[in-house]
């Protein structure tokens, strides 16, 4: 019983968090740290661990499709990655000298935040469009961003991706695809870089556990990275916004219940 719970905790953990990666570039740990805490009751640090693990995979996966799309754009992709990657190890390190308590609400209450976003407010910027933005402008604009980004990811280990696409959608200029596409190519290193600070820092997780998250959530990553990847930019921003959501109000009743 204890085994077959465990694999249905992991399987909708991974679940909500693939769907979340492939339509919207979020981070894993926004969906499967605090359900880890809740029903297995996992140490908050080495769950976000798990976490940030699960999402290095998947969001390879999606980040493979949405280029294979012409969705990416790796070039100024790099720019706000290399500051991402730095601030997440500081922002890893100042996590584990404080409380557990302090990690997870911030990134559930911006999930679902930015949800409602996408359905009120959709993005229907061209890539045409996106052409017009400062290439200086926007160097800056990536570089600045991506500090704050990463502290937030090594942090709580989760809001990065939520806040990327949010910057490149709101204000950097991207249209709709192309910011999920380059958010989760950034957010599969800062994942890995996230993880593996987390590990060094905390010791190794439970492996059942670890690999049964990393396995649904790049294959749900992938079914959504597949869809998202075909469908309409109208339909895309009404589903992204729908599973953010809904994903944000799971996890805050989740919590409530434990």
């Not at 100024?76 to 190890?89: A, E, Q, R």
């Not at 593996?196 to 820092?201: L, P, T, V």
């Not at 992938?222 to 994903?247: D, E």
């Amino acid at each position: 019983m204890t085994m077959l719970f465990t694999v249905l905790v992991t399987f909708f953990a991974g679940m909500g968090a693939g769907l979340g990666t492939g339509f919207a570039g979020m981070s894993a740990a926004a969906v499967i740290s605090p359900i880890l805490i809740t029903f297995l009751h996992m140490d908050p640090y080495m769950a976000v661990g798990i976490a940030l693990s699960s999402d290095v995979l998947a969001s390879a996966v999606s980040a493979y499709t949405y280029g294979k799309n012409k969705n990416l754009d790796v070039k100024n992709g790099l720019l706000i990655m290399l500051s991402v990657l730095v601030f997440t190890v500081v922002g890893s390190y100042i996590a584990s000298l404080l409380p557990s308590r302090t990690m997870g609400s911030f990134s559930v209450f911006m999930t679902f935040l930015l949800g409602v976003k996408f359905i009120v407010r959709p993005v229907m910027t061209t890539k045409e469009a996106m052409m017009n933005v400062s290439a200086r402008k926007r160097a800056v604009q990536s570089i600045v961003c991506g500090v704050l980004i990463g502290f937030i990811c090594g942090f709580i280990g989760a809001g990065g991706g939520m806040m990327m696409l949010l910057i490149l959608t709101s204000v950097l200029g991207y249209e709709l695809k192309t910011a999920v596409g380059t958010s989760v190519f950034i957010m599969t290193f800062t994942a890995l870089t996230g993880a593996a600070s987390h590990f060094a820092i905390g010791g190794m997780p439970d492996p059942l556990i670890w690999a049964l998250c990393v396995i649904f959530t790049l294959v749900w990553a992938r079914i959504a990275a597949v869809f998202a990847n075909k469908a309409s930019p109208k339909t895309l921003n009404r589903a992204t916004g729908v599973i953010l959501v809904v994903l944000g109000l799971a996890v805050m009743l989740f919590s409530k219940i434990a």
